[in-house]
């Protein structure tokens, strides 16, 4: 197949002005260069196609592909991750992993929770536009409060905990003023925390490996921040759990599953748990975007440790995509005359 790629290259921003907290969901170099690698020693023929400004002036090129693989974050719109597929979804081409409208549900992290409120648990939440709400709001504390649409950690920091109300205002409004969106705050869930891969589609889809967050001594406390998350290497250990002998890891992966076919993801991905104080699961939010770094992302990582090589996860992602493949309607678009 000729398969597209289309990412957000880090170096490229950061060479726009843009700052590393600005660039973090975006991908390193050598990561595209491992999925070019993976695709072509799978047999296929990769075009490196890069961002969305990129991809639409190779449609209106007259361009197009049998697949896209797709991991553009997106710059800007808290529908960012959805603009990409929509575009692909237009023009009939297929592409990876979940498509434009559960891209730009889950980004929104509290709708996301709202549509999955009656399936499994979830932590009392609130979004905040001003720092009167958080003022006034009834949660019971502690909280946890971070910017409502950003992932990797972004605006995560060991301030994300407030236990007082007297600094529950300064932290929302100090997120407001950087992040320029609304912020998220929920009740504060003290106990592990586990993120659960996932891969395939549909009646198809299986947990890959559940792994739990554990932050080691180095790491700044209590909470998986920006910074942890960065330098996860000496921070963090990512510890390969079992389904088997643990039943909260069970519970967990029941929870994420669920999450995983109510929303409709698709080919790979990852749902992050957290535990209550009775050591409940509860879900925080679905990644149907994960990084593909593979020896950094949380998804690789994971199937690196059940002892699934890069090689074999791409093509395990490349299969899933291709049954929908058959179901494109891609045409030529009447010109307007």
């Known amino acids: 197949?000729?398969?597209?790629?289309?990412?957000?290259?880090?170096?490229?921003?950061?060479?726009?002005?843009?700052?590393?907290?600005?660039?973090?969901?975006?991908?390193?170099?050598?990561?595209?260069?491992?999925?070019?690698?993976?695709?072509?020693?799978?047999?296929?023929?990769?075009?490196?196609?890069?961002?969305?400004?990129?991809?639409?002036?190779?449609?209106?090129?007259?361009?197009?592909?049998?697949?896209?693989?797709?991991?553009?974050?997106?710059?800007?719109?808290?529908?960012?991750?959805?603009?990409?597929?929509?575009?692909?979804?237009?023009?009939?081409?297929?592409?990876?992993?979940s498509d434009a409208a559960l891209m730009a549900l889950s980004l929104h992290k509290a709708w996301t929770k709202d549509v999955l409120a009656d399936s499994v648990p979830i932590a009392g939440h609130r979004v905040i536009y001003s720092a009167e709400e958080a003022e006034a709001c009834s949660l019971p504390s502690p909280w946890f409060v971070k910017p409502l649409c950003e992932g990797t950690g972004k605006g995560v920091t060991p301030n994300s905990l407030v236990r007082m109300q007297a600094d529950l205002v300064p932290a929302c409004a100090s997120l407001l003023k950087k992040f320029k969106q609304p912020v998220l705050l929920e009740t504060y869930l003290p106990g592990r925390e586990f993120t659960v891969s996932i891969l395939g589609t549909g009646d198809q889809a299986y947990v890959l490996?559940?792994?739990?967050?554990?932050?080691?001594?180095?790491?700044?406390?209590?909470?998986?921040?920006?910074?942890?998350?960065?330098?996860?290497?000496?921070?963090?250990?990512?510890?390969?759990?079992?389904?088997?002998?643990?039943?909260?890891?069970?519970?967990?992966?029941?929870?994420?599953?669920?999450?995983?076919?109510?929303?409709?993801?698709?080919?790979?991905?990852?749902?992050?748990?957290?535990?209550?104080?009775?050591?409940?699961?509860?879900?925080?939010?679905?990644?149907?975007?994960?990084?593909?770094?593979?020896?950094?992302?949380?998804?690789?990582?994971?199937?690196?440790?059940?002892?699934?090589?890069?090689?074999s996860l791409i093509e395990k992602i490349v299969h899933s995509a291709s049954a929908r493949i058959e179901k494109s309607s891609c045409r030529p678009i009447p010109k307007v005359a």
């Open 1 to 97: 197949m000729l398969i597209g790629i289309t990412y957000d290259l880090r170096s490229a921003y950061l060479a726009m002005g843009f700052s590393e907290e600005d660039t973090a969901e975006f991908d390193r170099d050598d990561t595209i260069d491992a999925i070019e690698q993976a695709l072509t020693n799978l047999g296929h023929q990769a075009d490196r196609i890069g961002n969305i400004r990129q991809l639409v002036g190779r449609l209106a090129a007259g361009n197009s592909w049998d697949l896209v693989f797709n991991i553009c974050e997106g710059l800007y719109g808290t529908a960012r991750e959805g603009q990409v597929p929509a575009i692909l979804e237009a023009y009939g081409i297929p592409c990876t992993f």
């Open 209 to 311: 490996g559940t792994t739990e967050i554990v932050l080691l001594a180095t790491a700044e406390p209590e909470v998986y921040s920006y910074i942890n998350k960065e330098d996860c290497e000496n921070r963090v250990e990512n510890r390969l759990v079992s389904a088997t002998d643990d039943p909260v890891v069970r519970q967990a992966e029941e929870v994420a599953m669920t999450v995983w076919r109510e929303l409709k993801c698709r080919d790979a991905g990852r749902v992050d748990l957290r535990c209550d104080s009775a050591g409940e699961p509860h879900f925080m939010e679905v990644n149907p975007l994960a990084g593909m770094h593979p020896l950094h992302s949380d998804l690789p990582m994971c199937a690196t440790d059940v002892g699934m090589p890069y090689q």
